[in-house]
């Protein structure tokens, strides 16, 4: 059995490098045009080649995402696009408008086929085979069950997302935000109006409530942790972690904890103790709640969240930034700048080239003298052993 592929998000390079440092084998990235996620900070096409590189000289692949619908007024946007893709080393696009399958078909570059084109059945899987896609995005509707029946019927690589946010339109093609903002989801731009609590007003008397205790149109985030194994038998490709928009620690400890599931899973070592401890972990970054989306049939009502925002377990409060690192003693030095550290205390190192280090404070010195409790305009210490860099910033884990 081969094991799948990792694949990541990345909204800019900070995620980026958090993506690979974390231990992905793909990542997935857009430009400032044609990408789904257009408010995420994205890439601009002149960083295109310096990405690609950056990716396979680390060993993972990139993918590039123009997976909006088109215009005609865009169609030359493609012919600029899409060869520079190609001359970079690009290792897919993903996509569904029709137009820019058949540039990417044009120019000979390997093509995956998004979920928004709603794939549910053989017969489009097959059509799409036929078109040339080296892979497919199932619908996010599409079973457990039934995407065993695809991939058995089908030669052809099956990415399927396996954690994230999920969307309460078919494959996320929603005009809510469109007609409330004039800002398609389909265009990149959703402002997810679909996340707010809502009252409903009595036409007689004016009266106002509060719809249900439930966010209706708000669904749980997926996660697939607790049966990762399932999905690994049944043949998926690639496991996709959604989450451009989301933070650098985020996508750290996401992508670290399936990439532990997936290796334990091949050595024999995962069990459900594990992997039960595993989606405790990953409650503690920004989540709405967990579900396993419709891989065993459709969500019922219990999977709608329960507030507007995070559930998350742990939050995060800067604190400082790293002046210097001495590589060959592995110590650390930051300036305090906000709050306090005590012996104990966990916290995030984030930088745009370091990415995420998680770190157990369990010793610090100050003026060459060890101390229990730091605070603001104090200069520490402490070893860490970690490729990490000055300016850095220096986050504490609070949990909640």
């Not at 989606?279 to 009502?301: A, C, D, I, Q, T």
């Not at 305090?336 to 080239?353: H, Q, S, V, W």
Request: net charge negative; proline share 3%; glycine share 6%.
């Amino acid at each position: 059995m081969k094991k799948p592929e990792l694949l990541a998000p990345a909204g800019d390079w900070r995620m980026l490098t958090t993506a690979i440092h974390s231990g992905a084998d793909a990542v997935y990235f857009g430009l400032d045009k044609l990408s789904m996620r257009a408010n995420a900070k994205n890439f601009t096409l002149q960083e295109l080649p310096e990405i690609v590189k950056y990716c396979h000289d680390n060993n993972v692949d990139a993918h590039l995402t123009l997976n909006t619908i088109v215009y005609d007024d865009e169609l030359s946007d493609l012919d600029e696009i899409i060869p520079i893709a190609k001359k970079s080393g690009i290792d897919m696009i993903i996509c569904w408008d029709m137009s820019v399958i058949e540039k990417a078909i044009e120019y000979d570059v390997p093509f995956c086929v998004s979920t928004q084109a709603s794939i549910s059945n053989t017969s489009s899987a097959k059509m799409y085979k036929r078109l040339g896609a080296k892979r497919i995005v199932l619908a996010r509707e599409v079973t457990l069950e039934k995407l065993k029946e695809i991939k058995s019927q089908v030669d052809i690589e099956i990415e399927a997302f396996v954690h994230g946010a999920m969307c309460v339109a078919v494959s996320g093609r929603c005009f809510l935000s469109h007609h409330i903002f004039d800002k398609s989801a389909n265009r990149g731009e959703c402002l997810q109006p679909c996340r707010y609590e809502y009252e409903i007003t009595a036409v007689q008397g004016g009266h106002k409530f509060i719809l249900g205790e439930d966010y209706v149109m708000s669904p749980e985030d997926m996660c697939t942790i607790e049966f990762i194994d399932q999905l690994i038998e049944a043949g998926v490709s690639s496991f996709k972690i959604e989450g451009r928009k989301r933070s650098p620690e985020y996508i750290s400890k996401v992508v670290s904890t399936y990439r532990k599931a997936i290796d334990m899973y091949f050595e024999g070592n995962l069990t459900k103790e594990i992997q039960s401890e595993m989606w405790n972990e990953l409650r503690k970054v920004y989540n709405r709640g967990f579900s396993p989306g419709f891989y065993f049939g459709k969500p019922n009502g219990e999977h709608f969240t329960e507030s507007a925002g995070s559930q998350a377990t742990t939050k995060k409060q800067y604190v400082g930034k790293v002046l210097n690192y001495y590589k060959k003693s592995s110590i650390v030095h930051i300036l305090l700048e906000a709050g306090d550290l005590r012996i104990g205390d966990e916290i995030y190192i984030i930088g745009d080239t370091t990415g995420v280090v998680e770190h157990k404070i369990e010793s610090m010195m100050k003026d060459e003298l060890f101390i229990d409790t730091a605070t603001k305009k104090d200069e520490i210490t402490f070893k860490l052993e970690a490729d990490i860099r000055p300016r850095d910033q220096i986050y504490r884990i609070i949990y909640i």
